[in-house]
């Protein structure tokens, strides 16, 4: 099975960037589809983005498109979310997940079987 560990959360400045990495264990993760999702307090888990194995389609939640970018290498066994023009809003504790199968829903959590720990990242105003 696929061990995944997010790392780079933190605090940062409204309007400023941060890269988060999802490194992978256990399995190669070059295979497996993995999406970004973050979870704000007493909410459920909100899609942020998603890329398929071969990195040829990314796919980005409306509120976050244009600012983010998810990215992999998949000789390093890593995929990065990069986020530019951080809003307060984007608050959250953010986690990666991966799936083997291909589906449609891409946005949907309960498409993903593995799953990291989360990173928390806090954007002042």
């Known amino acids: 099975q696929v061990q995944l560990v997010e790392s780079g959360g933190g605090l940062v400045q409204a309007g400023g960037s941060l890269r988060l990495s999802c490194a992978a264990s256990?399995?190669?993760?070059?295979?497996?589809?993995v999406g970004w999702f973050r979870q704000a307090p007493g909410k459920e888990h909100d899609f942020v983005a998603a890329i398929i194995w071969s990195g040829e389609r990314a796919y980005y939640a409306d509120s976050v498109k244009g600012r983010f970018t998810i990215s992999r290498d998949n000789a390093k066994n890593t995929v990065y979310l990069q986020m530019n023009s951080l809003k307060p809003e984007d608050t959250a504790v953010y986690y990666c997940a991966a799936v083997l199968r291909s589906s449609a829903y891409y946005y949907l959590a309960g498409l993903y079987d593995y799953w990291g720990q989360g990173t928390q990242l806090t954007v002042s105003s």
């Open positions: 256990g399995r190669t993760l070059s295979r497996y589809n």
